[in-house]
């Protein structure tokens, strides 16, 4: 086992993990890829990685062409900025691919490094577009409760996750919230899709009119929820949610950070959903993750307003970052759209995704507490839950089902995630996964979550007496 688990106990500050514990236990070293879906740690073991990093390997690991495009643009033009109408080939081509791909009605794009700050840079463009048309009270951005939408001031507040607020005094004021669309827990019993969606869009109408539609501006939301579930909307959510926010005159932004790019076997989600958002974040499968990008799609609309009214009015547009348009990134991002092109891989997230749920659901049919599957494209999720005379109950969270399931099935060598709030085992695969791997990932996973089963039997945590 190399030093460098020592060094990066001792120096590493990590994201979403328990710093108390990482002290003591540390960490597993990545240390290099192979192909595909494979990755391997500095003892050599190796994983199959069912997650593609996080969400975002897209093209898989191990792709030269992405490294040599990077490389070739570093000894060429290694950086320069976008400022003040400076602009870098790369750049300029990236736009016009991502433009050509995107749902019709996009007119502009604006690079960043993340998800988080594509979502930020949203919240601003809300609010210039709004003072630009004399409308200084429309600020407020509703998200949804489980929606995942990044860690910035702002961002950390639109995720609609418990654990991004605690200790960090968020959501900032301006933020709402209204339920998320998830079947095992929000769904009324007697609801069929038509009701769920009819209730889901009355909610949020009813949200808008409690505060005043003069000061709502934009609603954001992933066309299928990753990190708060893998949630997948009923049929005609999106299309009743677009027309009570066309009545109010409220922004649709499509946080399309994972579903972008071909996760749900379309271009972008939007798609699959069957609307038409003003405003579109992209990042992660924009570069399969070899290189830190993200992107801001603006709608003809707003951008009308944006170089016509607010540029009269307030000048230079004041936002930005170092870099953005960084030639570099936009290199990767070109080759990794060869690729995705190239090797068809948009419809083979699509068809493998179909055998991933279902091999999921076959495989989980029969486990007492597999309360759902679900997903959409190369996305699934598989919730555990109680069983109970009444119904399904949540586990008790100092349990920690999901976490112990994923543990489980990484010392067996396949890397999934359990999810937050909840206990929900996500995955999102490299596009090239094949049908065997698909098959082990699942029944490794199956063989985990029938161990710590037999463990939550023994520990009596199954126990319904209580209910």
Known sequence: MSDTRDLDRSYVFHPFTAANAHEQSGSVMMARAAEGCWITDDTGKRYLDALAGLWCVNAGYGRARIADALADQARGLSYFHGFSSMATEPAAQLAERVMAKAPQGFSKIFFGSSGSDANDTQAKLVWYYNNARDLPEKKKIISRDRGYHGVTVMTGGLTGLPGLHAGFDLPLPMIRHVSAPHNLWTRLPEEDDAAFTARLAQELEDLILAEGPETVGAFIAEPVMGAGGVIVPPEGYFPAIREVLDRHDVLLIADEVITGFGRLGTWFGSEAMAVQPDLMSVAKGITSGYAPLSGVLVGEKVWRVISGAAASKYGVFGHGYTYTAHPVMAAAALANLDIIEEEGLVTRAG??????????????????????????????????????????????????????????????????????????????????????????????LRKAAEAVHASLRAEDALDTTSD
């Open 351 to 444: 068809e493998m995704g179909a055998y991933l749920n279902a091999t999921l659901k076959t495989a989980f049919a029969d486990l007492p507490i597999a309360a759902e599957v679900r997903g959409k494209g190369l996305m699934a999720a598989v919730e555990f839950a109680r069983p109970t005379p009444e119904g399904w109950r949540r586990f008790d969270p100092a349990l920690g089902v999901a976490q112990r399931i994923t543990r489980r099935a990484l010392e067996d060598g396949v890397i999934s995630r359990a999810l937050p709030n909840g206990d929900a085992v996500s995955f999102s695969p490299p596009f090239v996964i094949t049908h065997e791997e698909i098959d082990l990932v699942v029944s490794t």
